[in-house]
C-alpha cells in the first residue's frame, strides 16, 4: 500500500517540476558559492603577497644602507637563504601542529633573502567560511525541497480536484460544478472555465431533448394528416372507386411541404449555429441593409393592411455576413405580421450600430422571452399558428454569429420590441 502510494506521488509531475528546480537552484547556489569562496581566498592571499612585497622592499633598502635585515614580529620570519626557488609560494606542513606559512624569496646581491608570513589565520577563515557556506546551502535547498513538496502536493491536490470533476463530467453529470478552494490562480481560473463549458453543454442537451420534443410534436400533426388524407383517399379509390383528385394531392403535398419546411429550416438554422458563416463576412452598412429591407417588405406590409415605418440615426457599418443579416431582419418582420394587431405600424430603427423592430401586437410574456429563443419553441396561444417556432431561434442564432446582443422588451406603444446591438 505504501508502495503504491510513493510510486504514485512520484509520477506527479507537480514532484517532477520540483525536483528538477531545486537541482538547478543548487547547480546555481553551488556555483555562486564556489565562485565567492574562490574570489574571498584569492583576496585573503593577495593581501598576504602585497604585505611580504612590501617587506621585501624594505629588507632591500635596510641591506643596501648597510643594516641587517628587519627583524621579523610575530608570525613572520626573515632569513637569508639559499637554493629556494624565487617568487612565492605556500608550504602546508604534513604535520597538524604546524602552521601554514606563505613565502617569497628573491636573489639579491647580498644572498637570497625568504620572507614568510603565518598563514593559519587565514586558512582558519577560510575553513569557516566554507564550512558556513556548506551549511547554509544545505539548509537552504533542505527548506526549498520542503517547500517545493508542499506546493506540489497542494497544487495536485487542487489538480486531483479537477481531474475528479472531469471524471463527473465523463460520466454524463453535468450538473456538479468543480469547488475549487484556495487562492485565485490559473487553477481556478481553468475551473471556472470548465464549469462554464459543462453549464453551457448542459443548456445544449437539455435544448437537444426539448427540441427532440418539439420536433415530435410538431411533426406528428401533419404526418398524422397525411396519412389520415391518404388513407381516406386510398379507400375511397379501392372501395368507392372515386378518382383521386389534384386538390386530394395538394392537400398532401402541402402536408409534405410543411414537414419539409421544418426539416429545412432546422438545417439552416444548424449551419449558422455552426459557425460556417463566418466565412463570407463583409462590411455592412446598416443603412443599406434597412432601405433593401424597406423596399422589399413594404409592399407586403401593405398588402397585409399594416405599415412599414423606417427611421435611421446615424447608421453604422458593421461586419458580418449580408444575406444572414437579410434573413434576420426578414424572419423580424414575418413575426409582426404573422402575430402583430390587424393594421399596426411595423417600425424598424437604425440608431448607429444598434437596429430595432416594433410591432403593436399582444408581445410576449417576460416568463417566455428566454423559451421563444429554442428551436421549435410555441407558446399556447401561437402553437397552432402556421409557423414553425424557429423565426426568433434563428435571429438569435444569427446574433450569436456576428456577437451581437439580443434584447426582447415591450414597445413603448404596446407589442414587442427586439433589439440588435452590434459590437461597435
Known amino acids: 500500500m505504501f508502495l503504491n502510494q510513493l510510486k504514485s506521488f512520484a ?27 574562490w574570489l574571498v581566498q584569492r583576496e585573503m592571499t593577495a593581501a598576504v603577497d602585497a604585505r611580504l612585497t612590501t617587506r621585501m622592499q624594505a629588507a632591500l633598502t635596510a641591506l643596501d644602507a648597510g643594516q641587517s635585515l628587519p627583524p621579523a614580529i610575530d608570525g613572520q620570519s626573515a632569513k637569508l637563504t639559499s637554493g629556494a626557488r624565487d617568487g612565492f609560494r605556500t608550504i602546508d606542513p604534513d604535520s597538524h601542529n604546524l602552521p601554514q606559512y606563505r613565502y617569497l624569496s628573491r636573489t639579491t646581491p647580498y644572498g637570497q633573502i625568504t620572507l614568510g608570513e603565518n598563514t593559519e589565520r587565514q586558512e582558519e577563515l577560510r575553513d569557516l567560511m566554507a564550512g558556513g557556506m556548506l551549511v547554509m546551502l544545505t539548509i537552504t535547498l533542505l527548506g526549498t525541497l520542503l517547500a517545493g513538496l508542499w506546493m506540489a502536493r497542494r497544487g495536485q491536490a487542487r489538480l486531483d480536484v479537477i481531474n475528479a470533476g472531469l471524471a463527473e463530467v465523463a460520466k454524463g453529470r453535468l450538473d456538479r460544478p468543480i469547488l475549487l478552494h484556495g487562492p485565485s490562480d490559473d487553477l481556478s481560473l481553468l475551473a471556472d472555465r470548465i464549469n462554464a463549458t459543462t453549464a453551457r453543454l448542459d443548456q445544449v442537451m437539455e435544448q437537444m431533448r426539448v427540441q427532440s420534443s418539439n420536433i415530435a410534436h410538431d411533426l ?3 404526418l ?9 383517399k386510398l379507400f375511397a379509390l379501392t372501395e368507392q372507386q372515386r378518382a383521386v383528385t389534384a386538390d386530394d394531392l395538394g392537400a398532401a403535398l402541402e402536408q ?29 452598412d446598416l443603412g443599406w441593409l434597412a432601405q433593401q429591407t424597406v423596399e422589399t417588405f413594404g ?28 434573413q434576420l431582419l426578414a424572419n423580424l418582420i414575418q413575426n409582426a405580421l404573422r402575430y402583430g394587431a390587424e393594421g399596426q405600424t411595423i417600425t ?35 402553437r397552432q399558428n402556421a409557423g414553425f417556432g424557429l423565426g426568433l431561434a434563428m435571429v438569435n442564432a444569427i446574433c450569436e454569429l456576428h456577437d451581437a446582443g439580443l434584447s426582447l422588451s415591450d414597445a413603448p406603444g404596446g407589442g414587442l420590441c427586439v433589439t440588435v446591438q452590434f459590437p461597435t
Open 224 to 232: 398524422a394528416r397525411l396519412r389520415a388524407q391518404l388513407e381516406t
Open 256 to 284: 409534405i411541404d410543411r414537414i419539409t419546411g421544418t426539416f429545412n429550416a432546422l438545417l439552416r438554422l444548424s449551419r449558422i449555429e455552426s459557425g460556417a458563416g463566418r466565412a463570407g463576412f463583409a462590411p455592412v
Open 299 to 326: 409592399p407586403v406590409t401593405e398588402d397585409a393592411g399594416h405599415q412599414l415605418k423606417l427611421e435611421m440615426t446615424n447608421p453604422a457599418t458593421v461586419n458580418g455576413d449580408r444575406d444572414l443579416l437579410v
Open 220 to 222: 406528428r400533426t401533419p
Open 11 to 37: 509520477r506527479l509531475s507537480a514532484l517532477r517540476q520540483t525536483l528538477a528546480l531545486l537541482g538547478l537552484f543548487a547547480g546555481i547556489s553551488v556555483l555562486a558559492w564556489g565562485g565567492t569562496f
Open 348 to 382: 424598424l430603427r437604425v440608431h448607429g450600430p444598434r437596429i430595432s423592430i416594433s410591432d403593436q401586437g399582444p408581445g410576449i410574456p417576460f416568463a417566455e422571452r428566454e423559451k421563444v429563443l429554442v428551436p421549435l419553441y410555441q407558446g399556447e396561444t401561437t
